[in-house]
């Protein structure tokens, strides 16, 4: 399903992210991204979800490869971003609508989903985020822990085939970190592809198929679970 052969990364001035990294993410399975912050993680999952392009190698999607040229393409664009979902570590960058409603039907909407549809999906996150009672509130008027049920809610709402995570238990309560977890391991079992960065153990050990080991921008060390 992903693709990446030797990509390297570097950002304006010079400083190298990802150096040489190659790997391949078959379609159900499930990949924890781990190791020191600052090794190139975060900078992985947005080349994954084509935020940003490697500075040298390449990276292909189910066999396209993605780079600017592929995204400007509306259509191929749109395909591409409803199939491979991104909840960010900042989730206040993802959260723009006036109410939480809107946030999560507004997707669907761009996928010019029938109104009924649209609502349907709304209803169907909100219950399954626990998040039923924030319904009219404003994304911004809400607590962290709330932000990332809204973000995932947003996320899940397009039904996507891979959901890239970054972090998604961080500043997290104990009670909030269990329904993500749960939540999780619910769409591991419906055979989503999950690619997630991660310090939380638990969170490797209950989810991960695969723990990708970075360091420095390199892949030091991939191990499967048992």
Same mark, same amino acid.
């Given at each position: 399903?992903?693709?990446?052969?030797?990509?390297?990364?570097?950002?304006?001035?010079?400083?190298?992210?990802?150096?040489?990294?190659?790997?391949?993410?078959?379609?159900?399975?499930?990949?924890?991204?781990?190791?020191?912050?600052?090794?190139?993680?975060?900078?992985?999952?947005?080349?994954?979800?084509?935020?940003?392009?490697?500075?040298?190698?390449?990276?292909?999607?189910?066999?396209?490869?993605?780079?600017?040229?592929?995204?400007?393409? &509306?259509?191929?664009?749109?395909?591409?971003?409803?199939?491979?979902?991104?909840?960010?570590?900042?989730?206040?960058?993802?959260?723009?609508?006036?109410?939480?409603?809107?946030?999560? &039907?507004?997707?669907?909407?761009?996928?010019?989903?029938?109104?009924?549809?649209?609502?349907?999906?709304?209803?169907?996150?909100?219950?399954?985020?626990?998040?039923?009672?924030?319904?009219?509130?404003?994304?911004?008027?809400?607590?962290?822990?709330?932000?990332?049920?809204? &973000?995932?809610?947003?996320?899940?709402?397009?039904?996507?085939?891979?959901?890239?995570?970054?972090?998604?238990? &961080?500043?997290?309560?104990?009670?909030?970190?269990?329904?993500?977890?749960?939540?999780?391991?619910?769409?591991?079992?419906?055979?989503?592809?999950?690619?997630?960065?991660?310090?939380?153990?638990?969170?490797?050990?209950?989810?991960?198929?695969?723990?990708?080991?970075?360091?420095?921008?390199?892949?030091?060390?991939?191990?499967?679970?048992?």
């Amino acid at each position: 399903m992903f693709e990446l052969t030797n990509i390297s990364y570097t950002y304006v001035g010079g400083v190298s992210a990802l150096d040489d990294v190659s790997l391949r993410v078959e379609s159900g399975r499930s990949v924890a991204l781990t190791g020191a912050n600052g090794c190139g993680k975060t900078t992985l999952l947005r080349i994954l979800n084509g935020l940003i392009f490697p500075t040298k190698g390449e990276y292909r999607f189910e066999g396209t490869k993605i780079d600017k040229q592929a995204l400007k393409d &509306a259509q191929f664009a749109k395909t591409f971003h409803r199939r491979v979902g991104y909840v960010f570590q900042n989730v206040d960058s993802q959260l723009f609508c006036g109410s939480v409603e809107d946030e999560i &039907a507004f997707g669907p909407r761009q996928l010019e989903l029938s109104e009924q549809e649209c609502r349907q999906r709304v209803d169907d996150c909100l219950a399954l985020l626990e998040i039923e009672h924030l319904r009219t509130r404003a994304p911004y008027a809400t607590s962290g822990g709330e932000k990332r049920k809204i &973000a995932f809610a947003s996320v899940l709402s397009l039904n996507p085939d891979a959901l890239v995570m970054d972090e998604p238990l &961080a500043g997290l309560d104990a009670s909030t970190q269990t329904l993500i977890i749960e939540l999780l391991r619910k769409l591991r079992e419906a055979k989503k592809t999950l690619i997630f960065a991660t310090h939380n153990e638990e969170l490797v050990q209950t989810i991960a198929d695969t723990r990708v080991r970075l360091d420095f921008g390199k892949v030091v060390d991939v191990s499967q679970s048992t």
